[in-house]
T-cell receptor, first 112, second 113 residues
Framework: GQQLNQSPQSMFIQEGEDVSMNCTSS?????WLWYKQEPGEGPVLLIA?????ELTSNGRLTAQFGITRKDSFLNISASIPSDVGIYFC????????????FGEGTQLTVNP | DTEVTQTPKHLVMGMTNKKSLKCEQH?????MYWYKQKAKKPPELMFV???????INESVPSRFSPECPNSSLLNLHLHALQPEDSALYLC????????????FGDGTRLSIL
């Protein structure tokens, strides 16, 4: 069953605001991935994290691999309307091979 | 633009039809995946091919039959599907090596009548 708790489930924000979402688990992961999916498209990889404590940026996006290896967060600064979409976290465990465990997603709406 | 190409983008079929979904990548990736995704839900893994060999089958019903003819192509053959099989079917691939991230295509939207 689902082992990743992603929150919040949805967010309604004004353009220009900062956004924060996170994923937590009772299991240890050795990789965290963040994807964004827009309607009619497949998930697009935003950021990949491989080490505990790692902090990585991609433009206005910043993600961190939690020190305990059981969580990760994604921040979006100065949101714009094209940030709208569903953001999924995904983790890989050492024992899972190539399997990813996905969070349930965060639906982001940005009001101009 | 995604570098994993899926065709067709949309498919409507009856429960007695046989059809195939196609996925292609030319990035030299040696692992390829099929996922099923329902609306506003995360993708669910169906099959994994590694170096053209089936390595994971997540207990998928036999009406779904995967095939990997070569390192660039992945097919999903469909037969006698049920209405609950209507979903977005996503293909993904990842580079050789441990712990590589998966890159997704835009999917085939499948509707079963």
């Amino acid at each position: 069953g689902q082992q990743l708790n992603q929150s919040p489930q949805s967010m309604f924000i004004q353009e220009g605001e900062d956004v924060s979402m996170n994923c937590t688990s009772s299991s240890i992961f050795n990789t965290w991935l963040w994807y964004k999916q827009e309607p009619g498209e497949g998930p697009v990889l935003l950021i990949a994290l491989y080490k505990a404590g790692e902090l990585t940026s991609n433009g206005r996006l910043t993600a961190q691999f939690g020190i305990t290896r059981k969580d990760s967060f994604l921040n979006i600064s100065a949101s714009i309307p094209s940030d709208v979409g569903i953001y999924f976290c995904a983790g890989r465990k050492v024992t899972s091979g190539s399997r990813l465990t996905f969070g349930e997603g965060t639906q982001l709406t940005v009001n101009p | 633009d995604t570098e994993v190409t899926q065709t067709p983008k949309h498919l409507v079929m009856g429960m007695t039809n046989k059809k195939s979904l196609k996925c292609e990548q030319h990035m030299g990736h040696r692992a390829m995946y099929w996922y099923k995704q329902k609306a506003k839900k995360p993708p669910e893994l169906m099959f994994v091919y590694s170096y053209e060999k089936l390595s994971i089958n997540e207990s998928v019903p036999s009406r779904f039959s995967p095939e990997c003819p070569n390192s660039s192509l992945l097919n999903l053959h469909l037969h006698a599907l049920q209405p609950e099989d209507s979903a977005l079917y996503l293909c993904a691939s990842s580079p050789p090596g441990f712990n590589q991230p998966q890159h997704f295509g835009d999917g085939t939207r499948l509707s079963i009548l």
